[in-house]
């Protein structure tokens, strides 16, 4: 069952917001933006429209979850990225932070290839279920520590296409 959390209207007016702060941190110059797949394709679709004429994209997939409700606790690396970072503005945009695991893991390896600034972006953050500290920059919509989908986010690969970010609740039992 699914119950609404974030609707379609709080999500765009806090993108414009988001986009216009990132303009303001960093102006005509490059940046790369990386889209943490499959979860923040949504929201770095909107997202990067809103910044200039000087952005690259790229994208890098990494599991954790394996389709399931809780991580595995080993991030694994899908697919890599196509662009050096080196010397570049990276602006990392994820779709929920939860425990942590998976960006403070990616956030270590890209500062060993000596991006010139790395800033992190997510559409969501569970600030309870944080086991792994890391800096956030910029945080959409703060939410409880509840499994969530729609905007991107996925159960077994169901309601990516959700406009609207809803929590994903147990059916109830019927006799
Ligand atoms: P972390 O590594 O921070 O524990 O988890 C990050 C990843 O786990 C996210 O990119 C996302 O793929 C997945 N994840 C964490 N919480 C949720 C959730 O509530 N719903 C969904 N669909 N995925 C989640």
Redesign the pocket.
């Known amino acids: 069952m699914l119950k609404s959390l974030i609707t379609e209207e709080q999500i765009k007016s806090r993108i414009a917001e988001l986009g216009s702060q990132l303009n303001e941190r960093f102006g005509d110059e490059p940046v790369l933006m990386i889209g ?1 797949l499959k ?1 923040s394709f949504l929201f770095m679709a909107d997202l990067c429209r809103y910044l200039g004429t000087n952005v690259m994209t790229d994208f890098i997939q990494v599991s ?2 394996d389709g399931q409700k809780s ?1 595995s606790g080993v991030v694994q690396i899908r697919k890599d990225l196509d662009i050096n970072i080196e010397g570049k503005h990276v602006v990392v945009v ?10 403070s893991h990616l956030c270590q390896v890209w500062r060993t290839r000596n991006p010139k600034s790395l800033t992190v972006v997510t559409f969501l953050s ?1 600030p309870e279920a944080r086991l792994h500290e890391l800096p956030v920059d910029f945080v959409g919509f703060e939410i409880p520590n ?4 729609g905007y991107g ?3 077994e690969e169901k309601y990516r296409n959700l406009p609207y970010v809803a929590q994903l609740v147990d059916d109830p039992v019927t006799t």
Do not use: H, P, Q, R
Not at 146 to 149: G, L, N, Q, R
């Open positions: 943490v979860g954790s979850y991580s994820e779709d929920i932070i939860d425990t942590g695991l998976t960006l569970k509840a499994f969530v989908v986010l996925d159960y």
